[in-house]
């Protein structure tokens, strides 16, 4: 289920005649081999099983794809490697066998010093992501529980019963957290009121998570919310940060599987995720929900690469 990287994806203009801090993605990403320097790792998950398990629209499985040919041309201003990881591919509805084999590719690129930033695919990849991540922690914590921070900036609480889908992986994580005897600590930022019922509210009460409004993550209320995310980044070791692109609002990001109704204004997801890249606690991070068919110019592909450059720091 694993492919390895498609470099015809990577290419660009090319500004040689500026010399070499004309760079851009294409020119500096490579193919991530065993034994390559620590840097970010860019790792897809194709896979439409959890948005359709979820009634969404389906064409997320065409998001890796779409974001390395967003990204290929953006400028070059890194100083550590990144390489492409390549995708996980789930064909038809193999969704578990597709997380499963998600969670075992994570682990070893954190066990090789990686950061690993992932593309979805739906938001069910945030849970094959969390099940690598709490594997690699497992190996070197100990007896002692680490304390792993879930930071969600989506319309979705994304907690929902049943089979595993798109709209599940929180309460699955949860569910493993609680196998483990581990902590659950899960904070949402941009939560639609109209798009989650008051069961899911409920259910986000039972587990002691924490999540702020949309129409409370503005502009004028930024420095609330991240002063708000800062204080439960406090409480943990390290992060997993996943942001769902439905978190924008649809004219931004039309090209996502549930457009939003509001939606949360790009400079203010981007502080976000900025203050959670500053507190230096970022394990991995990932993007959900890309889904190209609907994605007018391509507007939500290049908002996605520059979130994924942004994860990459």
Same mark, same amino acid.
């Not at 406090?234 to 390290?238: H, I, M, P, Q, S």
């Given at each position: 289920? $694993? ?44 896979? *439409?099983?959890?948005?359709?398990r ?5 064409? #997320?499985?065409?998001g890796?794809?779409? %974001? ?13 490697p990144?390489?492409?990881?390549? *995708? ?6 193999? &969704? ?36 690598? &991540?709490?594997? $690699? %922690?497992?190996? $070197?914590? !100990?007896?002692?529980?680490? #304390? ?7 319309? $979705?609480?994304? &907690? ?73 980044l ?5 992060v997993? &940060? ?13 090209g ?8 949360v204004?790009l ?6 995720? *900025? ?9 991995? !991070?990932?993007?959900?929900? %890309?889904?190209?068919?609907?994605? #007018?110019d ?5 908002? #996605? ?9």
């Open positions: 289920m $694993h492919r390895p990287a498609d470099l015809t994806l990577w290419s660009g203009r090319a500004d040689a005649e500026e010399g070499p801090r004309a760079l851009r993605w294409h020119q500096a990403v490579r193919p991530l081999l065993d034994a390559a320097a620590p840097g970010m790792a860019l790792l897809g998950f194709a896979c *439409d099983a959890g948005v359709e979820n009634h969404g629209r389906p064409g #997320a499985s065409e890796p794809a779409a %974001l390395r040919r967003a990204m290929a041309n953006l400028a070059w201003r890194r100083t550590a990144a390489w492409d990881a390549g *995708d996980v591919v789930v064909e038809g509805d193999a &969704l578990e066998e597709g997380q499963v084999e998600l969670a075992a590719t994570v682990t070893r690129l954190l066990g090789a010093g990686h950061r690993p930033v992932l593309v979805g695919g739906g938001h069910e990849v945030a849970f094959g992501s969390f099940v690598g &991540l709490a594997d $690699h %922690l497992a190996r $070197h914590a !100990g007896a002692r529980a680490p #304390a792993i921070g879930v930071v969600n900036l989506d319309a $979705h609480l994304d &907690l929902r019963a049943g089979r595993a889908s798109s709209g599940t992986p929180f309460r699955q994580i949860a569910e493993a957290c609680a196998a483990r005897h581990w902590p659950f600590r899960y904070h949402c930022l941009g939560v639609d009121e109209g798009s989650n019922t008051e069961a899911l509210f409920d259910t986000a009460r039972r587990l002691g998570a924490s999540w702020r409004r949309d129409r409370a993550t503005t502009p004028a209320r930024l420095d609330e919310a991240a002063a708000e995310l800062a204080a439960f406090a409480t943990v070791e390290r997993h &940060l996943t942001v769902d692109l439905d978190v924008l609002p649809a004219g931004v990001a039309p996502v599987s549930a457009p939003a109704s509001r939606g204004a400079e203010v997801v981007e502080a976000l995720v *900025d203050t959670v890249v500053a507190s230096g606690k970022l394990a991995l !991070g990932e993007v959900a929900e %890309l889904n190209p068919r609907f994605d #007018a391509g507007r939500t592909a290049r908002v #996605a690469a520059r979130l994924v450059e942004q994860l990459g720091r």
